[in-house]
């Protein structure tokens, strides 16, 4: 039963945009906040940022604030990952994940349902 769809991977230039989707199942009073997290080959799954389902309070990694930019259309069960300023060190598989639980949402071992992923591959 697929409850996390993620979409709008792609490849796109350094210094470029690409936005990315994350359509829910999961009916949302379960869900406290959506993740967005990303795996380069070789590397750890990387904490990106999240967002608070109800309250659309947003945290996001150093490495990804000030560029990256999450929201969310509750209307629409959906999450949105906004990647401006794209450099080649953001190519990885990107994830969206939700959370049932408030609190250490940068830990992947607090989501409990997770997508597909999609691939973002930026070329320098």
């Known amino acids: 039963q697929v409850q996390l769809v993620e979409s709008g991977g792609g490849l796109v230039q350094a210094g470029g945009s690409l936005s990315l989707s994350c359509s829910t199942s999961?009916?949302?009073?379960?869900?406290?906040?959506v993740g967005w997290f990303r795996q380069a080959p070789g590397k750890e799954r990387e904490f990106v940022g999240t967002i608070s389902w109800s309250g659309g309070i947003t945290t996001y990694a150093d490495s990804t604030k000030g560029r990256f930019t999450i929201s969310r259309d509750n209307a629409k069960n959906t999450v949105y990952l906004q990647m401006n300023s794209l450099k080649p060190e953001d190519t990885a598989v990107y994830y969206c994940?939700?959370?049932?639980?408030?609190?250490?949402?940068?830990?992947?071992?607090?989501?409990?349902?997770w997508g597909q992923g999609t691939q973002v591959t930026v070329s320098s």
């Open positions: 999961i009916r949302t009073s379960r869900i406290y906040a």
């Open positions: 994940a939700a959370s049932r639980k408030y609190y250490g949402l940068s830990s992947s071992n607090s989501y409990d349902y």
